[in-house]
């Protein structure tokens, strides 16, 4: 049936559809899986020429489809238009009744359209501080046409922009839609208008007029809530003194702390230590502080409100009017920030603060706030009879001699003694680091110079302990001579207040005298341990550094190279010819000390000897059936048989079979295939394998060597792959002999050898002759010094 549009809904104003020529009947029955039943299923809606489906109970579109016939989804609205909504910005008048200038008020709205079910909704965004209920202002609802049309309900074609709709009594005019509805109505194929610019709305105008500030010099309202809120917990704070040198006083340190935010100070004072003063710090309260003070007020002097005596003569009958003028009242004015910066003088109720320096924070603070940048300091001023520095290390009284000094210290420091401390993380790095020298004690007594002695220096807490080497016949107990301690350096006064000066490791070097407790002992050697760690820290040790000693050297050989070159080498032919020449520890010595004297210690040329040493170590002397049939003894006692293993990932890691591949690469294998080896057996295996000449070791060899299966090898117990299996004997007579080529290259001087031959010999056989200070000239005594060098080592 088809009904006119506005009429009501009475017999004779419905028609019937001519068009439609089926009629179905709705089935209530149905069969499912054989059974009869009662069909409670709704039918769906009936389908529109265009494709899409049509709900009865939504309004119609007058609108073509944007989809050819019978080519769109056939979905009910619910689901096509599922979360579709269409948002238009609108507004409304609302009249005022009671505002001076404004008659209306224009209140914004948002109207959503839901696609749907055709329900309507409007939402008023808040606006802070607008004064107004603001939100929901039509809940989502089907809302009806504006009368005669009451009887139909609004639709999407209803709105569009720059059109005024009517819903319940209120005129909302549509201005703008967000980008969605605009390109879904031009697709329904409605056009829609360009947005409309809203009204403005005179109540903002007037609050924007009040609001802005008026002509003249108007000091601006304070707010101190608002002041509160911005500037808590920031405080100004200023370093100022307050001269008070009268008989009994001096100059007051004080601390000037302003608070933004309530305009407050407070000064607090800094009491010097020992000055007597160690009361309470508060020199002023907290509080705003005036610019002038005129003394105390009297009570009821200040009050707040002026009350004038109009009539009456006696206390009971009196009137009172009081003053709305103030005529009486004095204005105070309180100091501010900007009353606050260095050289400023500040009157504290009589007493003259002088501001002389800021912090940082308030330093900040008046760069960007008033442009300053000048911050410099003022002075403080002190009277003649105070003290230099209150600030000085305290003095301590003198050693007495009992005990150590630092125990003395904590005495005098504390009421509890308490034992002194220990430098902890020096005695774990350095635990068991013991630098020993051979030293011999000089006298004037002939059998204590022939006494041998070992220093020992533990470098983890600084203490010295003397060995000496019992000698056959010397009538001489070896042993302990002096137990481990510290040793004060000698000349230094005893009983002092002065923390006394101890040996240090840099004290000790081999030609040093010093004297250990009333002994003078001479360094005559030291042990290899003692030499490589003073060659390994050059900054430490000065005698061992070998740049300083070629600085040294280069300097004072600069005009006597040649007297030097002829000392040392006899016959300079091998020189010209730029082979390499050798000398001996004694020629090497003999010729620097004959030129450099005492400017150059023994210490300092055993340095170099070592650094330009022609000595080599002794070769491998690992014997290569011992050592394989070691190896074949752990490989039988753990039943290794992972050959082909180790064969496959030789060849993972060499693709191209080369034979011989690097150390590092076959140390590698033989660890990660989880051989029985330890680590010392590996080194003797690879140290007796064939090399190239890059040094890479033969693959094949090592999987010959590794075969139980391929013959059969010594058998033999075990043994510890340490030290029984390779000995290794240690190289210590590196720097008897001198390369003297690299030296005469390192120290780059020109040589300026003589062109006569006789003048030359005769100059290397003056030199030749030269010998050592420290080597005597009887060979027994030679010798006895040898046999002494190789105990102490």
Known sequence: MLRIPGMPLLPGTLFRDVSKGHYPKPQSL??????????????????????????????????????????GPRMPPWLAYDKKVLCFHAYFKQTLQEVYHAPYLVRKVKIYYYLEDGTLEIYEPRVDNSGIVQ????????????????????????LNVDQTVQIFDRQYHITDCDPFTRSFLNKRGITVPDPVKSPCDPTEEQRKRENQPRSG?????????????KYDRQILKFQAYWDDRTEFGDVRKLEVCYYLSDDTIEIKEQHIRNSGRDGPTVFLKRGRLAREFEGLQLPGQMTPMTLLNVLGTNMRNVRYCVDPLNTGNKEIHYYREKDLQIGSVINVYGRAVVITELDPFTQNYYRQRYGIQDFTPLPIPARSDDCADHRSERQLPPY??????????????????????????????????????????????????????????????????????????????????MKRTRLELPGQERFSCKQPQYYMPWNFFVGSTMSLKDFIFHIVSADEYTLVYMEHHPDTFPHANVGVIMEKVKSALQNRMAEFVGSCVPDCTDLEKKRDVFVSFESFKGALISIMGNQISDHEIISLCRHFSAEKSQPNACDRSTV????????????????DDLMEHFHHINPTNQPFLPEVKVRSALRGCRLPFSLELIDNIL??????????????????????????????????????LCPKIPFLNKGRVVNFTCFLREINLPLNLPAGGEKNNDAIAEGGRIMPPSAMPDTDAHKMHEEDAQHVA
């Open 628 to 643: 394989r049939a070691a190896a074949h003894l752990e490989l039988k006692r753990t039943l290794w048989n992972a050959r």
């Open 400 to 481: 007495n001699g009992w005990g150590s000094y630092e125990d003395s210290v904590g005495n005098c420091i504390s009421v509890e003694p308490k034992p002194p401390k220990s430098d902890f993380k020096k005695f774990i790095k350095y635990d068991r680091y013991v630098l020993r020298f051979g030293a011999k004690m000089l006298s004037t007594i002939k059998a204590n110079c022939e006494r041998i002695f070992v220093i020992s220096y533990y470098l983890c807490d600084d203490t010295l302990q003397i060995q000496e080497i019992a000698v056959r016949n010397s009538g001489f107990l070896g042993g302990e001579f």
């Open 217 to 229: 010099n108007l000091i601006p309202k304070n707010h101190p809530f608002a002041q509160f809120l």
């Open 135 to 158: 939100g929901c202002v039509v809940h989502r609802q089907r809302v009806q046409k504006a009368p005669p049309c009451d009887n139909e309900f609004m639709s999407l074609i209803d």
């Open 687 to 724: 140290s007796i394998l064939n090399r190239n000449e890059c040094d890479d070791i033969e693959v094949c060899d090592l999987m010959n060597f590794i075969d139980v299966s391929c013959g059969k090898g010594c058998d033999m117990l075990p043994v510890n792959h340490a030290f029984e």
């Open 30 to 71: 149905a069969n499912v899986q054989g059974l009869s039943m009662l069909s409670d299923r709704q039918q769906p809606p009936p389908a529109e020429s265009g494709g899409v489906t049509v709900d009865i109970s939504c309004p119609p579109v007058g609108a073509s489809s944007i989809y050819p016939p019978r080519s």
